[in-house]
């Protein structure tokens, strides 16, 4: 008798005709084979195996160099049930429309089965993805971002307990491209990109998309948040969690080498992108990084934003999009130093001065986690590690502190619902435009918003002691327009006044926002800041805050009945306060 997997292979087979089926086993030995068809179809381009040994780089098609948000759309029965954040499209229309583009797609092309565990292999809250997908380049950064091969299908055995992606390149003309997630059936589809998050499925398809609904009806939370451990001088690790919007710098304080080190604080990395978190039967939550590698953004990337990653794939790496010097070692604008001359750039072509980015803005590196120097001894522990504070964030130039904290969890997931950043030209070509992107989950939750920020109000409730919640901001802008906080490294002094928080050793002044630091409570020894800049970076503007609490209102409107009774008072709270701290002029 088949098994519920074989029968979906073939399936598949029979709907996307490939000239042969492979099941992938995660060995060297299939990788030394795929490398090899990959030089020599030209997927890959050997770097300079002296300095970068086992290392590729992959040019994608250049109208497939991001994850496409118009493209990737919730397949619930009901509309509402995907909600006013997510592009709906029903099931049966889906399937209609994109059926047709996966019939035949891989003729005359290999249908690789990749399966994979997403989490620590023995851990309990680890899950089962299968991958059909036609691209080898697919397959090769699957091995690195997740554990993959004989080991997920030791632990599937017949059950039919796993989610189900199907993939293929198409044409990759961006009018037949669709990512599609079928939450109700946790089933993925995606047609017509073989770029990033589009066709790497155990990323942001499964474990945040398909994952987040999972968790909403099996009582646990996916979430797009960086884990990290903070050591201090008596040895004691704080676990953390916390999510930024993109272009936040999520990866750089992941593997941040501290500016405290010599002090005796050290920041270990757990991940750098999506959390899965569990309430323990000691009533703690408890968080599993489901990757097993980092996909991070190359430009901008160097000795001093992030010295772990740049030691980390000097080997065993796959980038993609990035230039290529003439000595075959890989290239991006922020690298450090000057432009090498005799550049290609990421699409191949002879760079010719400085005017166009010679990396694509969005090139990337794919890189086993272990690889990285700052990764925590349990950073594949399968009981996962015990968060203490959750941090939200975002990118305000003049609103928010460098840093506050939440008067409790339900405080907390106001803040974190109310999340917004500003944009940068790098995202969107449009400059300092607010975006409102609630626990970073915007582009990633995989149902009615409004039930997301219920679920989160049930998780706080069910928690013996939940973690503290807390918000940063590294961007503030003085007067001159100039960021008052130096960031990088010195983004650990932010994270030590949350652990005194945490253990009642550090002050802080009462705001309508919430609790914000003390200049005395931070730990600014051997930073050249000024008083003025510090009380600017605390500083909180009841004017500013009333014209946010308006923009809040009208975000929260998209909602209607959807949106949680909890979150209104929370709102009205703020509101209440800010009024209170207004002083009236006579
Ligand atoms: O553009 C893509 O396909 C990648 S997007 C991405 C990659 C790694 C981690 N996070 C993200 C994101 O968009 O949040
Ligand atoms: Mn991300």
Known sequence: MSTPLENWVEESAKLTKPSKVVWCDGSEAENNRLVDEMLGDQTYIELNPKTYPGSYLHRSNPNDVARTENLTFICTSQRADAGPTNNWMSPQDAKEKVTPLFDGAMRNRTMYVVPYVMGPEKSP????????????YVVASMKIMSRMGGVALERLGNSPDFVPGLHSLGDLDPERRFILH???????????????????????????????????????????????????????????????????????????????????????????????????????????????????VAPGTNEKTNPNIMDAVHHNTIF????????????????????PSGLVNWKGEVQKGSSAAAAHPNSRYTVPAAQSPSISPRWDDPEGV?????????????????????????????????????????????????????????????????????????????????????????????????????????????????????????????????????????????????????????????????????????????????????????????????????????
Not at 493 to 514: F, S
């Open 125 to 136: 809250y680890s899950k089962i993805g299968v991958e059909i997908t036609d691209s080898a």
């Open 320 to 339: 993609t999009n990035v230039a290529l010097t003439p000595s075959h070692e890989p290239w991006w604008e922020g690298i450090d130093g000057p432009m």
């Open 386 to 586: 015990p968060i203490s504070a959750l941090i939200f964030g975002g990118r305000r130039a003049r609103l928010a502190p460098l840093v506050f904290e939440s008067r409790n969890w339900q405080h907390g997931v106001f803040v974190g619902a109310t999340m917004a950043s500003e944009t940068t030209a790098a995202a969107t070509g449009a400059v300092g435009v607010t975006r409102r992107d609630p626990m970073a989950m915007l582009p990633f939750c995989g149902y009615n918003m409004g039930d997301y920020f219920a679920h989160w109000l049930e998780m706080g409730a069910k928690l013996k002691n939940p973690p503290r919640i807390f918000h940063v901001n590294w961007f503030r802008r003085g007067a001159d327009g100039k960021f008052l906080w130096p960031g990088y490294g010195e983004n650990v002094r932010v994270l030590k006044w949350m652990i005194d928080r945490i253990e009642g050793k550090a002050g802080a002044t009462e705001t309508p926002i919430g609790n914000v630091p003390t200049p005395e409570s931070l730990t600014l020894e051997g930073l050249d800041i000024s008083p003025e800049a510090v009380n600017e970076l605390l500083r909180v503007d009841p004017l500013a805050w009333v014209e946010e609490s308006q923009a809040i209102g009208k975000f929260f409107e998209k909602f209607g009945s959807r949106l949680p009774e909890e979150l209104r008072t929370e709102h009205q709270n703020l509101a209440d306060r800010l009024q209170r701290s207004i002083v009236p002029v006579k």
């Open 182 to 296: 079928f939450p109700e059936e946790h089933l993925i589809w995606s047609v017509g990109s073989g770029y990033g998050g589009n066709a790497l499925l155990g990323k942001k398809c499964f474990a945040l998309r398909i994952a987040s609904y999972m968790a909403h009806t099996q009582g646990w939370m996916a979430e797009h948040m960086l884990i990290l451990g903070l050591e201090d001088p008596s040895g004691k690790v704080t676990y953390m969690a916390a999510a930024f919007p993109s272009a936040c710098g999520k990866t750089n304080l992941a593997m941040m080498v501290s500016a405290l080190e010599e002090q005796g604080y050290r920041v270990w990395t757990i991940g750098d992108d999506i959390a899965w978190m569990h309430i323990a039967s000691d009533g703690t939550l408890r968080a599993i990084n489901p990757e097993a590698g980092f996909f991070g």
